[in-house]
């Protein structure tokens, strides 16, 4: 559950953030999408998660989805 609600609030800040600024560079982040990308690693780095796909961010989601959100 702690993974999940560290993830899900990544992701609401960030949305929030986007959708408070015009330009979320004014705030530092040049890209929100590789921000959140950013984020869920560290995350997920702290817990030791290891993708199983390497860096390859559609390889990893799509193993995210088919073997962790189809349980």
């Not at 590789?34 to 199983?52: A, E, F, H, I, T």
């Amino acid at each position: 559950n702690d993974i999940v609600f560290g993830l899900w609030s990544i992701t609401v800040g960030f949305h929030r953030l986007v959708q408070s600024f015009d330009d979320p560079a004014q705030v530092g982040v040049p890209n929100a999408f590789d921000g959140v990308r950013k984020n869920y690693r560290l995350l997920l780095d702290s817990y030791g998660w290891q993708p199983r796909q390497g860096w390859d961010h559609a390889a990893v989601e799509q193993d995210f989805r088919q073997n962790i959100l189809s349980y």
